[in-house]
């Protein structure tokens, strides 16, 4: 009987291909119970030092999971009550936004009726067309929002329950991952095993960190050039950026959109665009590779990638997840002689490549 070794390249390469479709296609298909179980993954990690800190203090093991879930859960409501309250100061302010948009929309049904020859009652024909069809997708797009506000619902039950079962059955978890393999592989599996441990929370805390500084420096950009809802915008921009690459696209479309809403002068706009991208310019080159990157080795093509299949096979948050999940991917590759290659292709050492490429050079000289 054939062992894997003793298989064709062909054979194996097309296993290892499979194999990674039938895990997207898993991921696609029970994502509703896979992607909330993931999140408590991630939460259980990033709490587990503080549950920890709790049990040398002399607190009962289970108690002191707990108190770290309840703290977690309290960082994430003071966090939503401050964008909430925002957004309720947003919504008492609808008249003037009324206002502001009314005076931006003559502004620039002037500009395209002086540059486009298209006039006033023109344009109104088109917007009224296109308000009737949004009209008649009207059902759908409610049944898609309760959908949306029933997940956010299954999220917030299950996060907590979800985390401390991980946290309470974590060592029954880590001798079932074990005991899966042969004996030879025990000492690899640990290993990667604990390097999950420490690519997930240190990955975590780099982001807080980066979202922390982030959110401080769009603060004080808005408050320069004195738009309104500044910290509400700062913050919202920084929570977005947590996506990766694609989350700072949105976030600077989103706080043009209400700075439009609520300015007086379109020249806002580009102030908030500019300190938009200055803060991306500094997060990218700075932030990024010394807060963040540099606790996940995975080079930018692959994460960008990575970004679009996340969340094309789990909406915003397979987005989320995509890095850390790319850089265990990367742990285990590393480990497996056959998936080594893949391991290289997935990290940000050319040293290593350019290396190797120099070693098959010289064997190839007679």
Not at 9 to 36: E, H
Not at 47 to 56: A, C, E, I, K
Not at 77 to 103: E, T
Request: glycine share 6%.
């Amino acid at each position: 009987m054939p062992t894997l070794n003793s298989l064709p390249f062909y054979s194996k390469f097309s296993s290892n291909l499979i194999s990674i479709v039938l895990i997207g296609l898993l991921i696609y298909l029970g994502q509703d119970i896979l992607m909330p179980l993931c999140f408590a993954i991630v939460l259980a990690f990033l709490l587990l030092p503080v549950s920890n800190l709790f049990t040398r203090l002399g607190v009962p093991e289970v108690i002191s999971m707990l108190l770290a879930i309840l703290l977690g859960l309290l960082v994430i409501v003071a966090v939503g009550y401050f964008l909430s309250s925002q957004i309720a100061g947003f919504v008492d302010d609808i008249p003037k936004i009324k206002k502001n948009l009314s005076h931006h929309l003559q502004t620039v049904q002037g500009w395209i009726r002086d540059n486009f020859k298209f006039s006033k009652k023109e344009q109104q024909q088109a917007v009224q067309e296109a308000t009737k069809n949004m009209q008649d997708s009207g059902p759908g797009m409610l049944g898609t929002t309760f959908l949306s506000a029933a997940s956010v619902l299954v999220y917030i039950v299950l996060l907590p329950i979800y985390a401390f079962l991980i946290m309470y059955y974590r060592s029954l978890i880590r001798k079932f991952f074990i005991n899966l393999f042969a004996d030879s592989h025990k000492a690899k599996v640990e290993e990667v095993l604990h390097e999950s441990r420490t690519i997930i929370q240190s990955y975590m805390v780099g982001l807080l960190i980066e979202m922390a500084i982030v959110a401080g420096l769009n603060a004080g950009g808005f408050l320069l050039i004195g738009i309104e809802y500044p910290i509400f915008l700062a913050v919202m921009a920084a929570i977005l950026n947590m996506i990766p690459y694609v989350g700072m696209l949105i976030a600077t479309v989103i706080c043009m959109i209400v700075t439009l809403t609520t300015a007086q002068n379109l020249s806002d706009i580009f102030g908030v665009a500019i300190v938009l991208v200055i803060v991306q310019f500094i997060d990218n080159n700075f932030l990024m590779p010394y807060v963040v990157s540099s606790k996940v080795k995975i080079n930018a093509l692959v994460s960008i990638v990575g970004v679009l299949i996340g969340g094309a096979l789990a909406g915003v948050s397979g987005m989320f997840l995509s890095i850390p999940g790319i850089a265990i991917m990367k742990a285990v590759f590393d480990r497996v002689d056959d998936l080594k290659p893949w391991g290289m292709v997935l990290g940000d050492d050319r040293s290593d490549s350019r290396a190797t490429l120099r070693v098959r050079k010289k064997v190839k000289k007679p």
